[in-house]
Nanobody, 119 residues
């Protein structure tokens, strides 16, 4: 199972971006999806999660501005980011936890996509 992330780039403060992360391979089920980010010189932080049942959680720093969603048919998770701030500048990573058709668990990461918020 692999993850392919896309959608990062340079955006002005107040702007929007949408990140995508597509899972491929022998996927039987996905239990949870999440987005993390790592700013320069800082530790990686969890910013949002989406459970199999559709429950979402957000870090206070992004609540009300970011939205996580998924397309089950495409095994893809999205992160819609609005009202972006310079402090949102970071490499964003997706994470997916699930199981394959042999019922082996997987916990995989995307390659990271850089988001730069600057005027």
């Amino acid at each position: 199972v692999q993850l392919q992330a896309s959608g990062g780039g340079l955006v002005q403060p107040g702007g929007s971006l949408r990140l995508s992360c597509a899972a491929s391979g022998s996927i039987f089920s996905i239990n949870s999806m999440a987005w993390y980010r790592q700013a320069p010189g800082k530790q990686r932080e969890l910013i949002t999660t989406l459970s199999r049942g559709g429950v979402t959680n957000y870090a206070d720093s992004v609540k009300g501005r970011f939205t996580i969603s998924r397309d089950n048919a495409k095994n893809t998770v999205y992160l819609q980011m609005n009202s972006l701030k310079p402090e949102d500048t970071a490499v964003y990573y997706c994470n997916v936890v699930g199981s394959d058709y042999e019922f082996r668990q997987f916990d995989i990461w995307g390659q990271g996509t850089l988001v730069t918020v600057s005027s």
